[in-house]
């Protein structure tokens, strides 16, 4: 608040209420139900529920279904986050080095960010199409039998690379922003002390951009986990069948095909959980950057 | 003359060392550009053949002679399960979505900030609180609670229930809250001097002070809104409030059923639902890159 605040009473009540109403109705009533309806068991058919206590948690943690889904969402996370992190960590410097068409170059490497997930995973199949796609044809030269949908590992592999080729736009943004926010006079020091360009890198840049690659990260696991959806959903082309998923796509698949709506419920507050405890993570580090400077 | 020849070589060495690290740089910025561009690329010079060719030999790098007729038809000629929507229609609603979503979302979010902000209020701290809380939790981790307060609203399949609940987060608040607290605070204290009161000072100064932060905003949140998938899939089931991005789905289950699916005219709508928000992006770059740096942080 600013010390020259105004001092009417209804002027900030009338500003504040769409906003607190919005988030009432769509945040806080949804949040809360969900909560409820993870401890009762639903009749498919809409007949009323009943209490069953922590059991559909019980079960959630139980079934090897469920397991296999939580353990292909940490694998897929970590390998998008690694990937789309390092290669536009990779163009970011590169970009911040070049003096000629250096605007073109970010142009290119960011517009991408403006295309939608399910576009993109729907480029995707074409890419990895059965018979004629091209990544598919690369594949294969390796001798790996490849068949999107079919296959669960070669689902996974183009889930995968098409969920980092759309967020590598952000990082390239963030990074490059980054690295043009470090001060010449720091660069021109780096440079006088340390003439290999590898060790300035890693010993004086990379470090600086430290704050940055650690926001990075989270922003990183955040989109992994929940705006993937559209890719998967796409490149299964609606058939989950044997096909990898994340845990996001499980929520909507049990709530919305299954109609099991304690277990979808249970599964949600499990996944708000996880985002609690990753945005604790968040506020700790930045903490500690605070401390450190 | 024998000076200029013994000069030359000493004179390029130098530069030619440098030169080929440089060289370096560009064929890494080259193969990424490649990279993002292609795919896109491709899907356009595919989008340019009939349905035969693309479904025999796959992805087609040369451009074909049918991106008028593609185009044509999947802008103007009616599909989906009803025969009802077309892709004029798809496009409106995403222009819908996209700009009531960043218009709403801009609204709401400065009307909150400034009260936060700029009022000696004793709730003022649990406002804040019970509004950044919201930051924690995305749509799609309490998407069926959602869904379900939606139907209770009977607001399934209405622009309201499509955009309202996008608007339920903080970002933008944040947002504006950041920007507001570095706006110095004599420009307050002399409005109030001056004689204007708080709706003046805001309608008068802030939000004309606010011009470029309300761009980069607007920018980030209509591309957020048009790209919108999950949400729109589970509040529309009626064909004609389909968006661009939601009817994706169709066209690729579509494209799986028939037996020579129209590829062609299913690229050429991917690329329709890509252009606006490219286009918003490329030509506001600065904004767009300014807007997305600062409000995250």
Redo the contacts between chains.
């Keep these: ?8 009473i209804w ?3 009338a ?2 209420l ?3 109403m ?2 009432a ?3 806080y ?3 809360a ?2 909560l409820q ?1 993870s401890f009762f068991l639903q009749d498919p058919f809409g007949f009323g529920s009943t209490f069953v206590g922590a059991d559909n948690y019980t079960s959630l943690l139980g079934n090897n279904q469920y397991k296999r889904i939580a353990w292909f969402t940490i694998v897929f996370s970590v390998l998008v986050t690694f990937f789309s992190l390092a ?1 536009a960590l ?2 970011a410097v ?2 911040d ?2 003096i ?2 250096a605007k073109t ?16 995973g ?2 995707g ?3 990895f ?1 059965q ?4 990544m598919t044809k690369f594949f294969q030269s390796f001798g790996w039998d490849f068949k999107l949908g079919v296959d669960y590992n070669a689902t996974a592999t183009a889930m995968v690379i098409a969920a980092v ?1 759309k967020q ?3 990082n390239f ?2 990074f490059l ?1 980054g690295l043009q926010s470090i001060p010449r006079s720091v660069r021109e020091a780096a440079m006088i002390d340390n003439r290999s ?1 590898t060790g300035r890198f890693w010993q004086v840049t990379f470090p600086l951009l430290a704050p940055t690659a650690f ?1 990075l990260l989270i ?1 990183n696991i ?1 989109y992994a986990l ?2 993937t ?2 890719i998967i ?2 490149l299964m ?2 058939e989950p069948g044997n096909n990898p998923m994340t845990l ?1 796509y499980k ?2 698949l049990d ?2 095909r299954g109609n099991d ?1 304690g277990g ?2 249970a599964q ?1 507050v499990v ?2 959980v996880l ?2 405890v990753l ?1 604790v993570f968040q506020f700790r580090l930045v903490e500690r950057r605070i401390h450190y400077t | 003359m024998a000076d200029t020849t013994l000069e030359t070589p000493a004179v390029t060495q130098h530069p030619r060392r440098i030169r080929w690290e440089t060289i370096g740089d560009h064929v890494v910025l080259i193969l990424g550009s490649l990279l993002m561009m292609m795919p896109p690329l491709l899907a356009l010079t595919t989008a340019s053949h009939d349905a035969v060719t693309i479904h025999r030999e796959g992805l087609q790098l040369a451009l074909g002679d049918d991106l008028g007729k593609n185009f044509h038809a999947a802008m103007f000629e009616k599909g989906g399960f009803t025969q009802t929507v077309d892709g004029t229609l798809m496009l409106m609603n995403s222009f819908i979505l996209g700009i009531g979503f960043a218009v709403g979302k801009i609204i709401i979010s400065m009307m909150a900030a400034y009260a936060i902000v700029y009022f000696r209020l004793r709730f003022a701290t649990l406002a804040f609180w019970v509004i950044f809380t919201t930051l924690l939790l995305p749509l799609e981790v309490r998407i069926l609670p959602s869904y379900e307060a939606i139907q209770k609203l009977g607001l399934t399949n209405t622009y309201t229930g499509l955009i309202v609940p996008l608007i339920a987060s903080a970002t933008g608040t944040f947002f504006f809250r950041q920007f507001f607290m570095s706006v110095p605070e004599e420009l307050a204290e002399a409005a109030r001097i001056d004689g204007a009161g708080p709706w003046k000072f805001f309608v008068d100064i802030l939000v004309p002070l606010s011009r470029t932060m309300i761009a980069a905003i607007f920018i980030i949140m209509f591309v957020f809104g048009w790209n919108q998938y999950l949400w729109p899939t589970l509040i529309t089931t009626d064909e004609s409030f389909f968006t661009l991005v939601r009817g994706i789905k169709q066209i690729v289950l579509s494209y799986t059923d028939s037996q020579i699916p129209e590829h062609g005219q299913a690229l050429a709508l991917a690329i329709v639902a890509m252009i606006p928000p490219v286009v918003i992006v490329v030509f506001f770059q600065n904004w767009f890159v300014k807007g997305l740096t600062e409000s995250d942080k």
């Design positions: 608040m600013k010390r020259a605040g105004f001092d009417n002027l900030p009540v500003l504040l769409p906003q607190l919005i988030i109705i769509f945040f009533w949804p949040a139900w969900a309806s290669i990779l163009l590169k970009a080095k070049v000629r068409g170059y970010r142009t290119l490497l960011m517009w991408v960010y403006a295309i939608a997930p399910p576009v993109a729907f480029l199949i074409l890419f199409d018979s004629t796609g091209p080729w590598i736009p952000v943004i963030f922003s360009a926001f922003i955040t929940f705006d959806f559209g959903d796409a082309k609606g996001v929520v909507y709530g919305f709506l979808s419920s949600s996944l708000m985002v609690l945005t």
